[in-house]
């Protein structure tokens, strides 16, 4: 195609205006070239990477700490000497930077790192991650090193892609080595997206069921190696499996400029909520790829993300997750470097200057516009500080590891070539306005005592600062918060963190038995009028659901019953075939059912954590709180037509239930990996949560369903002398999950001083009331602002109206 170009992996298709544009920026930034020249130092990753040789061949370890203020290697504990993860990263840096150089040492440490990735590779495609020694021993059993089609796997399809593209210009025969490695993992990665085009539907979002791994920011990784590959050697396979994986990511975004989650692609295909910035290549990913096949619509999707989601970051202030309430500490260049990676493929992809100004002030944290003010890339000793936990400079950890090396690397290279990205990197925030998170656990109790939660984690994003407050039926809290003249003087959208709770149409109901079945696996004498719970259907996998061939090739049914003793379980599981070769702990390598108990569906820890599994030994129930045998329970086995079925006789003694009454709700979960990463359950949600577990409740023979009904449930809030905003809350089709709703679309104005927050309880009353469960109040300027000064006198002010979407930049001369 007339006017493509490669730029380090990326192919451009730049318009004669375009290269006009850039060739008047090159022209305009000597200055700027030459300080780029220095910006570059891989002195510290090559020290961290040491030659080794196993089994008679040459290759690279990259060392993965190295501490203040020596700064000398220092490895992983309990996990080993080096991982792909970090070793194909650096492989690619070392590419890219040997393509900027013409160095051929860094092309030969290229080569080092590329036979350690290979090294590493199983012969199925997947990976495993770490090494122990420098001998080159595998763990294979670590939870951060076995074999998978996850991160490392990706990062080193990405490894292998690039080596390709690059080592097909100056060693064909090596090239051709790196791409049967390549090809093996491609072959694996297609295979999981056999259910291209169907989507499965979570909270009311339509979301691509063949999302790899469930996990967009996984894939969208390896999209990076899959374009790489086919910028050098073209092929339909690889442009078909980019195409699904490319189509999957810009199809998954989410909310407007002023809906959360604001154009987000989320992370993770059962969080729709939830964002976090390390690895987050998405956006990086979709416009790599869109150069790479001609596909305008995937850069477009990255775009509207970089115009609003991520223009967050630049016009109010970082923050390492989102889900569903910003939290800013913990900044690391592992997600500064996706922020430099969009801004500057969207300058290659569009030629808009914008795009590169906005790789620079992303880039500009490295060099200490950042909330610690410190700078966090040393041009003279090529370290990259570890990451930021605070807004002062003891908060800095001065440690230099190789991810952060490496990812700081690749963001300076990505910016090194772009003067109007370059003459930015130094500047520093002098003003500037933010948002407020108010903690809704910290209001003044006025009518009544609310229930306080603790909870980090919900599987599905973060609580902010850790709790949450439920609010019954005749409560009310009020939260005073004060603003200053200056913060007054904005124009305020008003949002609340908050449960959006399901819909409750009765509880499902374990039914009591006066005759305790047999335990002998066949189920012939159990009641045939009990109710079951399924596990069929895509949206019940938490992860890889792409691998999964439908319900007559995976499922599971769970039929449980009780009495005064135990909780009987009878589970028929769909499986071409049973393979468990473990015991004891290590049944998690083969067929295991997974189950998850907790005594109260309010309960803020599990109460039981078990499997079930047919081993070498026989059947076997391990106890995963107490790392033994579950006392008391009794497991069968057989095998049936097309699966197998167990079942199980569990004591309430082991469930923490002392005396079970009907009436009694619990929280249950039954889950199994189908291969590779995958799991499937009843909900599709994290089961080591104790909040996504299923309420179950006991009944006696003729109790109806409607006796577990929750009213509905919804909030009432008012802000000073506003008028009152009621947001109904059981709104969810689904589960319970947490979200940002807006409670003011009309902006409005806050006073100087004081300000107070009003809540209560507005759902219905009845037998037995709900709780409006709220996390925290996020107070946001309608309009973000930044104002930036240059090292030569200049004042840069950004600004982005966060309900219009327009972007503002103003120069000012000194």
């Known amino acids: 195609m007339d006017g493509s170009r490669v730029c380090r992996g990326i192919v451009c298709r730049a318009p004669t ?123 294979r059993r670590g939870g951060t090193s076995f074999k998978s089609l996850g991160w490392w796997a990706m990062r080193g399809l990405w490894a292998l892609g690039e080596g390709v593209r690059v080592f097909d210009k100056v060693d064909q025969a090596y090239a051709d080595r790196l791409a049967e490695a390549y090809l093996r993992t491609e072959a694996a990665l297609g295979d999981t997206l056999g259910n291209y085009g169907e989507f499965i539907e979570r909270h009311g979002f339509r979301i691509p069921a063949w999302i790899p791994g469930g996990e967009p920011a996984v894939a969208s990784v390896g999209l990076l190696g899959l374009a790489a590959y086919q910028q050098a050697r073209p092929n339909d396979t690889t442009a078909d499996i980019i195409t699904k994986i490319a189509d999957s990511v810009s199809q998954y975004r989410l909310g407007e400029d002023s809906v959360y989650p604001f154009n987000m692609h989320p992370v993770s295909a059962n969080a729709p909520g939830f964002w976090h910035d390390w690895g987050a290549h998405m956006t990086h990913a979709l416009v790599v790829a869109g150069m790479t096949l001609d596909r305008p619509d995937w850069i477009q999707s990255a775009a509207e993300s970089a115009d609003s989601f991520l223009l967050r970051q630049l016009a109010f202030e970082r923050f390492r997750h989102i889900g569903v309430v910003p939290y800013r500490l913990e900044q690391i260049a592992y997600g500064t470097n996706m922020l430099v990676q969009t801004y500057a493929a969207l300058y290659q992809a ?95 109790r006025v009518v009544g005592t609310p229930t306080y939660f603790s909870v980090n984690w919900t599987g599905e994003g973060y609580v902010s600062g850790g709790r949450y407050v439920g609010i019954g039926e005749g409560q009310r809290m009020r939260l005073v918060f004060e603003l200053t003249p200056e913060q007054a003087n904005e124009e305020y959208l008003v949002y609340v963190a908050h449960l959006r709770q399901a819909k409750n149409s009765g509880a499902n109901l374990i039914q009591r038995v006066d005759t305790a079945p047999v335990i002998d696996g066949s189920g012939a004498d159990w009641p045939a009028d009990l109710p079951v719970l399924e596990s ?44 468990q070769t473990a015991t004891l702990s290590n049944v998690w390598q083969g067929d295991t059912l997974w189950i998850y108990v907790t005594s109260d569906p309010n309960a803020r820890r599990l109460s039981a954590k078990f499997t079930l599994a047919q081993t070498p030994d026989g059947p076997q129930v391990w106890d995963w709180v107490s790392t033994g045998f579950l006392r008391g329970a009794a497991l069968a086995w057989q095998a049936t037509e097309g699966g197998y079925t167990y079942e199980a006789a569990i004591p309430w003694s082991s469930l923490d239930v002392e005396q079970p009454a009907a009436g009694q709700q619990i929280g249950f979960e039954a889950g199994r990996g189908i291969g590779g990463n995958s799991f499937m359950d009843l909900t599709g949600r994290d089961p080591d949560v104790p909040a996504n577990l299923l309420t179950l409740m006991l009944a006696e023979p003729g109790m109806d369903a409607a006796a577990g009904v929750t009213p509905a449930v919804a909030l009432d809030v008012r802000l000073n002398d506003g008028e009152t905003i009621t947001l109904p809350e059981s709104v969810s089709p689904d589960s319970d999950y947490f979200w940002l709703d807006l409670l003011t679309p009309q902006p409005v104005k806050l006073n100087a001083g004081e300000n107070v927050i009003r809540y209560r309880y507005a759902g219905e009353s009845g037998d037995n009331p709900g709780l409006s469960k709220i996390d925290a109040f996020y107070i946001q300027p309608v309009t973000a602002r930044r104002v930036f000064q240059h090292p030569d006198g200049r004042t840069i002010t950004l600004t982005y109206n966060t309900l219009t979407g327009r972007a503002t930049w103003d120069d000012h001369a000194p």
């Open 350 to 444: 569009t030629g808009e200057e914008r795009y590169a100004r906005y790789a620079g002030l992303a880039g500009s944290w490295y060099f200490g516009n950042n909330m610690a003010g410190v700078p966090m890339y040393d041009p003279a000793t090529g370290r990259t500080l570890d990451g930021i936990n605070g807004p002062v400079a003891w908060r800095v950890n001065r440690n230099s590891g190789a991810e952060s090396t490496i990812e700081g690397l690749m963001s300076l290279i990505a910016l090194a070539d772009i003067p109007a990205a370059v003459e930015l990197l130094r500047v520093q925030t002098v003003e500037g306005n933010s948002w407020l998170v108010l903690e809704a656990e910290n209001g003044e």
């Open 17 to 139: 205006i375009i290269l006009i544009v850039m060739v008047l920026l090159m022209l305009s930034g000597v200055v700027a070239s030459q300080e780029a020249s220095d910006l570059v130092n891989l002195d510290h990753l090559r020290f961290l990477t040491e030659p080794v040789t196993v089994n008679g061949e040459e290759m690279a370890v990259v060392h993965i700490y190295s501490e203040y203020p020596d700064y000398e290697w220092v490895d992983a504990a309990g996990e080993g000497l080096s991982a792909v993860d970090d070793v194909a990263r650096a492989a690619v840096v070392y590419l890219w930077q040997y393509e900027r150089t013409g160095d051929e040492s860094l092309l030969e440490l290229a080569r080092l790192c590329l036979n350690f990735v290979r090294y590493m590779q199983a012969d199925d495609g997947e990976f495993y991650n770490f090494v122990t020694d420098k001998q080159g021993t595998i763990n």
């Open 536 to 579: 069929n259907t895509a949206r019940q996998f938490l992860r890889g659901a792409g691998l999964w061939q439908g319900a007559d090739v995976d499922s599971h049914r769970v039929t449980l019953a009780w009495d005064d003793t135990n909780l009987y379980m009878l589970v028929d599981v769909r499986d071409p075939e049973h393979v």
